[in-house]
């Protein structure tokens, strides 16, 4: 019950020094949508130099149909896209945005119409996307892009949030008592987990990298708690707070961490399952 207690009063602090509304919170608004907006008119202008300077030395675009790629792989693609085509009416359509001190989550619509240099039809590209903004020496820049193709809704947001927090139970008690098969069934085959502080692991590599984690400690507390869903079509988009205690086994000192994360998830085969996971480390109370 202390336990029970102590992770609540965690919680509401959290969100207590993190509101999302106020002057402080539209402050921040109002920048990022500068920033956006600041970044397709230089887009437009194939202006790549002035696109790059706004993301943060560690950038990184976790793209749905590519690899992930880091700062010079996307600078490479940047360049190429600018040489060979010509880009218009490019816009940001934020309908979501979650500020946690120094980072900022955004959920929208990118959209542009794009006409090869070479000759061919205009396409209007619509996306949804996620953006990942972080405070980098006092200015906001870009930090995370994660963009998916647009699809129909496939539940109400009511009945998503009664299964996430099914997903949560049963990997509580995977960890516990590890089983092979259902930790492989609450991911998609295409799952990825991208830590801020690890090399990217595709499904074979972070259900290998969970069970060692699982069957090497002992765990006192496992404890997950949402902040906010937004749910678009087949994809949903939590961030949340992860908290875990644990003592190894083979002895030494029980480590207490905590971590924000960005969990993506995709309507598949009929339920929903984690598709991407995107923890950091947080020093917050």
Same mark, same amino acid.
């Given at each position: ?7 609540i ?6 969100? =207590? =020094?993190?509101? +999302?509304?106020?002057?402080a ?7 990022? #949508? ?8 230089a %887009? ?24 992930? #790629? ?24 934020? /309908?979501e ?31 949804r ?5 972080? /405070?980098?020496?006092?200015? %906001? ?6 963009? =998916?193709?647009?699809?129909? !809704?496939?539940?109400s ?6 299964? *996430? ?8 008690e995977?960890? *516990? ?23 990217? +692991? ?6 290998e ?5 699982? *069957?090497?400690? =002992? ?19 939590e ?26 998830y /995709?309507?598949?085969?009929? /339920?929903?399952? %984690?598709?991407?996971?995107? !923890? +950091?480390?947080y020093?917050?109370?």
């Open positions: 019950m202390r336990i029970l207690i102590l992770l009063a965690f919680v509401m602090v959290t969100c =207590q =020094q993190n509101p +999302q509304t106020g002057k919170y539209e402050k921040v608004a109002e920048e990022l #949508q500068s920033l956006n907006d600041e970044y397709a008119a %887009w437009m202008n194939g202006e790549v130099e002035k696109c790059l300077s706004m993301m943060t030395p560690d950038y990184v675009n976790y793209l749905s149909y590519h690899n992930t #790629q880091n700062r010079q792989a996307v600078e490479d693609m940047f360049f190429n896209m600018a040489e060979t085509n010509t880009i218009a009416n490019a816009r940001f359509d934020r /309908k945005l979650f500020v946690h001190d120094n980072m900022a989550y955004e959920f929208g619509y990118l959209t542009q119409d794009i006409t090869p240099n070479s000759g061919g039809e205009t396409q209007t590209s619509r996306s996307y996620i953006t990942v903004f972080k /405070k980098h020496e006092g200015e %906001w820049m870009f930090h995370r892009w994660m963009p =998916q193709p647009e699809t129909a !809704p496939a539940q947001k009511e009945e998503i949030s009664g299964e *996430l927090a099914g997903i949560y139970d049963m990997m509580a995977i960890t *516990l008592d590890w089983d092979d098969e259902k930790a492989a069934s609450i991911w998609t085959d295409d799952g990825l987990n991208m830590p801020a502080y690890g090399i990217t +692991q595709n499904k074979e590599e972070l259900l990298f969970v069970r060692e984690i699982a *069957l090497n400690n =002992q765990w006192e507390i496992l404890e997950y708690k949402p902040l906010e869903l937004f749910v678009h079509g087949d994809m949903a988009y961030f949340s707070l992860f908290e875990h205690i644990a003592t190894p086994n083979s002895g030494g000192e029980t480590v207490n961490t905590k971590m924000r994360c960005i969990t993506v /995709k309507f598949e085969d009929g /339920k929903w399952k %984690w598709h991407r996971w995107m !923890p +950091q480390h020093m917050g109370e």
